[in-house]
């Protein structure tokens, strides 16, 4: 059984198990099946693979490309005439407009724009608009003024909702970003500074607390009835072994694409550009067909229609994105290709081109729970013993042993409440153990944060520090050390805690931002609950072209856990609110989503060389030789001065507001405070510590695989 569309599709095809029961997981699911997909079309009569099938071949679509954008111009065009449409395209031609710089006339390159085309996508002096509009479907597209356009979309680049965070994207000036971010951090430093001691200590305290954001059976304790029916609906289900064989091929496919690099580059018109999205698009549909099922693929070549695949195309992008969602580690390369051409599949050119869709909801816990009427399981309370993480560091061999045995025990008894007819035992497994696998990815990111702020708290005071021991203070001043920010031992101490809260709070939340984020990405139309066209643009940034696209859900989200973070401050948060989230910075949600991704990969390494040298002071006679005492005599007094060392250069140097040449792309914004974070990393081969990294068997930050 399958459907068609991002919010029509339906459920997963059924079978029946020896016992009867319904059950997904002991099946080859037919939409799997490019030839069972053509078959049941055929039967339908919605066409097939006969040779004088006329619908949407592929044949069609590549003779259609020359006159696409033709086609898409005289949609908008007869658009217009109607008052609401007109509305719609007026308001998208404005931010477009705005967004970009179309100072001078993109024709004759010597005069001075004076309208914008939002079909072509470009900027004309009133000469220029006439000469290349005089006939064709050109004749239909209706320019909108510069200025006009400019005055709708004045001041919408850096908002502000009355928290005090304020959104930086393209519209909004780099000077203005800077001198903002450098006038907030001086005054909350200040103000930071004036505290008392008292007042210090109660504050690293209240912001340090939980606020809900880890779950409360990690601390012993009962959980909140709702807690599991919340996070099931973004927590992505594991994949099946039919899943998983059509995974490895959309990465050899998207591996072998180069979808990017022949896309991403500048082309003489935004006609040029969709024709060759639309060619490189159809290259990777063909590609899957044919690598799933060479049958098929010949006929799709000899002219079948692409449309009776569409289910097949929704469910295999539909796995890489829900494979990388739950494994952020992987695909780095690959997925990157693999949202660029959803992107530009959404396009509407290319949507009429290909008359389907290539995107469908990622498939979650809850949306199989629901679908199979076994929502209770997430409410029963031995869900939160079934899937918890046994944490080995610290602990005996009973002790852990016995935490097995009652997670296996409740899986049982979870199992055997819950399996029936509708979901059998094998299927509800699977969804519990996707849950599992998500308290293990908290676990691997999150809860490195939390081992930090419990290093910051026991092994620093807020207030004050020992004058004969420089390792004792996190002050900082610019010009020191590479530092571009001037902050006090207790400033930078509550500027250090508060952003490893909000990434704490961040991550806890991450399957949810990057499920938002995907939206962003690809509601390029507004039809998927925008409202309003979020169209990209291909430009210079300094770093490359880039596709710079608002972010409007992602950008919600993360200013709601910036706030919580800032509620728990009590009008003493350090540094600036600016967020950087659709500008030259973080273009897009893509680069937002890979960028907060690395924050486990740079606080793992340092977390694991901390906890190896404290297990060479326990077990100092044991595993260690002579020499690694001697190294640390050589430089530091004990054992733990030595982690105080490393500590101390890193609640400095990775928070000092370096790592770019700017206040505007680094300082102490949102996103600066981590890119001080990626410069402390670059540079960790020159600390006089990195010795102690390599005897705790640290190897790099990335890993070993890359994008697998």
């Known amino acids: 059984m399958f459907g068609y569309g991002f919010g029509g599709y339906t459920s997963y095809f059924r079978g029946s198990t020896r ?14 099946s490019p030839s069972g997909l053509l078959a049941a079309a055929k039967r339908s ?41 007109a509305a719609a395209l007026a308001a998208g031609s404005a931010a477009a407009a705005a967004a970009a710089d179309h100072s001078q006339c993109c024709e004759c390159e010597a005069t001075a724009s004076e309208t914008f085309c939002p079909e072509c996508g470009d900027a004309f002096c009133a000469l220029c608009f006439t000469v290349n509009h005089r006939k064709g479907r050109r004749a239909l597209h209706r320019p909108v003024p510069i200025a006009a356009a400019a005055a709708a979309d004045a001041g919408a680049g850096a908002a502000d909702d009355g928290t005090g965070i304020t959104t930086s994207s393209a519209a909004v000036s780099a000077s203005a970003i800077a001198a903002m971010t450098v006038a907030q951090d001086a005054a909350s430093s200040a103000k930071a500074a004036a505290m008392t001691s008292d007042e210090s200590e109660r504050l690293a305290e209240l912001i340090s607390a939980d606020s809900g954001s880890l779950p409360e059976w990690w601390r012993g304790r009962a959980i909140a009835a709702d807690w599991f029916l919340e996070r099931a609906r973004h927590i992505p289900l594991r994949l099946t072994h039919e899943e998983r064989k059509l995974l490895r091929l959309l990465q050899g496919v998207l591996r072998s694409s180069s979808y990017a690099d022949r896309v991403d580059k500048p082309f003489k018109s935004r006609a040029a550009r969709v024709r060759a999205c639309l060619l490189e698009v159809v290259s990777v ?54 949202m660029f051409l959803l992107q530009d599949a959404q396009m509407p050119e ?60 409740a899986m049982r008894e979870l199992l055997d409440t819950h399996a029936s007819r509708e979901i059998g035992r094998e299927t509800l497994s699977m969804a519990i153990y996707s849950i599992t696998d998500n308290h293990s990815f908290l676990y691997t990111s999150r809860d490195h944060c939390n081992a930090l702020i419990d290093l910051l708290q026991h092994c620093f005071r807020p207030a004050g520090y020992d004058e004969a021991d420089p390792t004792t203070s996190l ?49 390029v139309t507004g039809e998927l609950g925008l409202g309003a066209p979020n169209a990209y643009e291909l430009r210079e940034t300094g770093q490359g072209l880039h596709r710079v696209q608002q972010a409007p859900r992602t950008d919600r989200a993360l200013r709601k856990i910036v706030h919580g973070v800032q509620s728990r401050a009590q009008q003493h948060w350090v ?36 906890n190896g040298l404290e297990q060479f002071r326990s077990n100092e006679n044991k595993i260690v030789g002579k020499r690694v005492p001697e190294l640390i005599t050589l430089g530091y007094r004990d054992w733990d001065h030595a982690r105080r060392a490393i500590l101390s250069d890193f609640f400095r140097s990775a928070f000092d507001g370096s790592g770019s040449e700017s206040f505007f ?30 005897m705790t068997g640290f190897v790099g930050f990335d890993g070993a695989d890359f994008d697998g």
């Open 350 to 409: 290319v949507q009429e081109q290909l008359g389907f869709s290539c995107v469908r909801p990622v498939r979650t816990v809850y949306d199989l729970l629901e679908e199979r009427g076994a929502l209770g399981v997430l409410r029963d309370p031995r869900l939160a013993v079934a899937t918890q993480i046994v944490v080995h560091h610290g602990k005996e061999r009973a002790e852990i042993e016995a935490t097995k045995q009652r997670r296996d025990r």
């Open 575 to 610: 540094g600036s609110s600016v967020i950087h989230l659709g500008d030259n910075n973080v273009p897009n949600a893509y680069a937002f989503i890979d960028k907060y991704n690395q924050v486990a990969r740079i606080l793992a390494p340092v977390v694991i060389c901390l």
């Open 665 to 694: 792309e680094a300082g102490s914004c949102i996103d600066g405070r981590l890119t001080s974070a990626w410069n402390w990393c670059n540079q960790l081969p020159s600390k006089h510590f990195f010795p102690l990294f390599l």
């Open 19 to 32: 016992s009867g029961e319904v059950d997904y997981m002991n099946v080859k699911q037919d939409y799997f």
């Open 45 to 85: 009569g919605a066409g097939g693979v006969d040779e004088d099938y006329t619908a949407r071949t592929l044949d069609d679509i590549l003779r259609s490309t020359e006159d696409a954008p033709a086609t898409s111009a005289a949609a908008a065009g007869e658009a217009m005439r109607d008052d609401a449409g």
């Open 285 to 338: 549909l063909t590609a899957l067909v044919a690598g799933a099922d060479q049958d098929v693929g010949r006929r799709v070549l000899k002219g079948a229609d692409l449309a009776p695949l569409a289910p097949f195309f929704q469910n295999v992008f539909e796995l890489g994105r829900r494979h990388k969602i739950r494994n952020p580690e992987k695909m780095r390369l690959s997925y990157g290709q693999l």
């Open 475 to 523: 002050a900082i001043a610019e010009g020191s050390d590479g530092a571009r920010l001037t902050h006090s031992h207790a400033a930078q101490y509550h500027y250090v805690l508060q952003s490893l809260c909000l990434w704490r709070d961040l991550l806890d939340d991450f399957f949810r931002l990057w499920s938002l984020a995907e939206l962003d990405l690809l509601d």
